[in-house]
């Protein structure tokens, strides 16, 4: 039997040892939940936000071209995606499947934020900025704490979604059958 030094049998009885208490885990997971109710509202207040500036955007612009009008219609309809995909409902995030998780929701309030950076009010620029990081820095903290607890029901509606939209195979056509069927 070979003799191990103190620091291998601390290192043994660091991994192997009962967690100093049981409840840990459990504040933890306390603690995360409310943070993501937190979370939850502000991207609630978030989506509004992003339709208001970009409508606000459009209709104060100095300048009226095409790329300034898309911006604000896309930022104007993902915002209100955001405030509707954080009320859970199943019908809509049947129609908009990359809001169906709280890291995905994440991930796309931080792509918003980022398209917020190219629209101006009037001739200002700093609102665009001031939008679009405010979203980007809810977006990345909202992405870390959800992927610390990830929802059963959330789970439970991607599992759901992927078996009502698995590929089914094609039929297979036997070879003796004609492609065309008809005259030529």
Same mark, same amino acid.
């Given at each position: 039997?070979?003799?191990?030094?103190?620091?291998?049998?601390?290192?043994?009885?660091?991994?192997?040892?009962?967690?100093?208490?049981?409840?840990?885990?459990?504040?933890?997971?306390?603690?995360?939940?409310?943070?993501?109710?937190?979370?939850?509202? #502000?991207?609630?207040? =978030?989506?509004? %936000? /992003?339709? &208001?500036?970009?409508?606000?955007?459009?209709?104060?612009?100095? #300048?009226?071209?095409? =790329?300034?009008? %898309? /911006?604000? &219609?896309y930022v104007t309809v993902f915002g209100a995606l955001i405030f509707f995909g954080e009320f859970k409902w199943k019908r809509f995030l049947k129609a908009f499947p990359f809001l169906m998780t709280r890291p995905s929701r994440a991930l796309f309030i931080i792509f918003c934020g980022t398209l917020c950076f190219g629209l101006k009010i009037g001739k200002l620029s700093w609102p665009g900025y001031v939008v679009g990081l405010w979203c980007m820095i809810v977006g990345l903290l909202y992405f870390f704490f959800s992927m610390m607890r990830m929802d059963q029901k959330e789970e439970i509606m991607k599992r759901e979604f992927e078996q009502a939209h698995r590929q089914k195979p094609p039929p297979k056509q036997n070879d003796d059958e004609p492609l065309f069927q008809g005259e030529i």
């Open positions: 039997m070979s003799e191990l030094s103190t620091t291998e049998l601390q290192q043994q009885n660091v991994v192997h040892s009962a967690p100093a208490d049981p409840m840990e885990h459990v504040i933890h997971q306390d603690c995360v939940n409310r943070v993501l109710v937190v979370f939850r509202w #502000i991207c609630l207040a =978030s989506g509004p %936000l /992003l339709t &208001l500036f970009g409508i606000f955007s459009y209709t104060w612009s100095s #300048i009226l071209s095409l =790329s300034s009008f %898309l /911006l604000s &219609l």
